[in-house]
């Protein structure tokens, strides 16, 4: 029931996202994501559950597979991300204003770690919008998202303008309006302080499909056995 309950969610999404001219820039449609892990889902559970319940060689060998696969998936993706992880926020930064999930993803990451950019805030000229150059004819020139902006106590509407101009100030000025360190060292920062969470989201995530791939195997065998002594 989950795994359609996602599959709903990301064909939601798609329905939505279609009816958006903002140009998608991510390398895969998260909706898409959402879709494909709800039928993976569906087809892992699916081929364990009735491949238990019939006893089906078969069925429990693809089980087995396709979880295996999975899980060297999610290492596999887990690695890549912790090694390309500068080149993906760099990339959110250059097309922040194209793409509307990667503006709100990159809005979110900001405004939880008290961030702005990945070194510093000065790498927003990476962006079009943003470009600090004299040859930039954006009123955004120099600006800042407004994500990277202290929050103002009892503001009840967001100043979406609090960040202009702020990449032409030192650090110390800077320091007065916005969070000016790097998204990358309040990264390191939480995930040295969180060290328990994060191994005990890792192995809640790796057991799970570890021990079904084993209880799976250990159930072929017996299968396997029942068949050669009664031939």
Request: net charge negative; hydrophobic share 45%.
């Amino acid at each position: 029931a989950f795994s359609l309950l996602i599959v709903a969610i990301g064909v939601y999404a798609k329905v939505q996202k279609a009816t958006d001219t903002v140009r998608d820039t991510f390398l895969i449609d998260p909706a898409v994501i959402l879709i494909v892990v709800g039928v993976v889902m569906f087809f892992i559970t699916f081929c364990g559950c009735i491949g238990a319940l019939r006893e089906n060689i078969h069925l429990l060998k693809t089980f087995s597979f396709t979880l295996t696969f999975v899980f060297l998936t999610q290492l596999a993706i887990s690695i890549m991300g912790f090694f390309y992880s500068d080149q993906f926020v760099k990339k959110a930064i250059v097309h922040y204003r194209d793409d509307l999930d990667l503006q709100n993803l990159m809005d979110y990451i900001q405004k939880e770690f008290k961030c702005c950019g990945w070194n510093n805030y000065t790498d927003w000229s990476w962006n079009l919008y943003f470009n600090c150059t004299h040859e930039n004819p954006s009123t955004e020139r120099c600006a800042v998202p407004y994500s990277c902006c202290t929050p103002v106590p009892g503001e009840t509407v967001v100043n979406t303008m609090c960040g202009f101009g702020v990449q032409t100030q030192k650090y110390l000025e800077a320091n007065k309006l916005i969070f000016p360190v790097g998204c990358a060292d309040k990264a390191v920062l939480w995930i040295e302080s969180h060290l328990l969470l994060v191994g005990a989201l890792a192995l809640g995530l790796a057991l799970p499909q570890i021990a079904g791939i084993v209880l799976s195997q250990i159930l072929i065998s017996q299968i396997q056995d029942e068949i050669t002594s009664v031939l």
